[in-house]
């Protein structure tokens, strides 16, 4: 079964940093994009961060030159290194294994989001 799932979240005083991880399995990993979500208290969920099977990466103006995002390929892991945290930032953060390539059987593949549970991130001020 596909599934990825996320860690690292937690409380943090503003202007601190904490680091969160999106581990897939299931899937052929390093062939499709991921991405991080985040959906705060009273808003729509808003797309943060995603980085491409090749390693290319794109960011929210909000957190430009505050998060950055990476993957191990090997590990099945993407990160996401959240710095100089602010209140605003307080959210669920999802991952998504984007169009991910799923071997259902020995010989039947096929291509579908797979969405993560969250982590949750609390910034105090």
């Known amino acids: 079964q596909a599934r990825v799932v996320e860690s690292g979240g937690g409380l943090v005083q503003a202007g601190g940093s904490l680091k969160l991880a999106c581990t897939a399995s299931?899937?052929?990993?390093?062939?499709?994009?991921v991405a991080w979500h985040r959906q705060g208290p009273g808003k729509q969920r808003e797309l943060v961060a995603r980085?491409?099977?090749?390693?290319?990466?794109n960011y929210a103006a909000s957190v430009k030159g505050r998060f950055t995002i990476s993957r191990d390929n090997g590990a099945t892991t993407v990160y996401l290194q959240m710095n100089n945290l602010r209140p605003e930032d307080t959210a669920v953060y999802y991952c998504?294994?984007?169009?991910?390539?799923?071997?259902?059987?020995?010989?039947?593949?096929?291509?579908?989001?797979?969405w993560g549970q969250g982590t949750q991130v609390t910034v105090s001020s």
């Open positions: 299931g899937m052929i990993f390093n062939s499709n994009d």
């Open positions: 980085i491409t099977r090749g390693g290319t990466t």
């Open positions: 998504v294994a984007e169009d991910a390539l799923i071997p259902y059987s020995d010989t039947s593949m096929g291509r579908e989001d797979v």
